[in-house]
Nanobody, 123 residues
Framework: QVQLVESGGGLVQAGGSLRLSCAAS????????MGWFRQAPGKERDFVAA????????YYADSVKGRFTISRDNAKNTVYLQMNSLKPEDTAVYYC????????????????WGQGTQVTVSS
């Protein structure tokens, strides 16, 4: 398994931006599809974005398409989520995840998870 540590969360006003990072250690980072999910209080953990091992393929939830960008730096074993034009409804704990099954929005296709980082967007 790979160990994942998220960072970069915080409090931001609506319309602002944040960049989340997820540092991976352990087994070969380039073996993994990487994903971001989020969970608001009292709600399910929802898919946000995913990226293939090479970075050549990406997939986004409709709710973030055009505002968020996922990327990865395999030399640094890190995946990023650039979040622009943030809205109060983006408030959640954001989780990084790693899986072998290709770019997917299905939570069960990811095998390793980080502890999460809180993102709060004020109106």
């Amino acid at each position: 398994q790979v160990q994942l540590v998220e960072s970069g969360g915080g409090l931001v006003q609506a319309g602002g931006s944040l960049r989340l990072s997820c540092a991976a250690s352990g087994r070969t980072f380039t073996s993994y599809t990487m994903g971001w999910f989020r969970q608001a209080p009292g709600k399910e953990r929802d898919f946000v974005a995913a990226i293939s091992w090479s970075g050549g393929g990406t997939y986004y939830a409709d709710s973030v398409k055009g505002r968020f960008t996922i990327s990865r730096d395999n030399a640094k074993n890190t995946v990023y989520l650039q979040m622009n034009s943030l809205k109060p409804e983006d408030t959640a704990v954001y989780y990084c995840a790693a899986g072998y099954r290709g770019v997917s929005s299905v939570r069960q296709n990811y095998d390793s998870w980080g502890q999460g980082t809180q993102v709060t967007v004020s109106s």
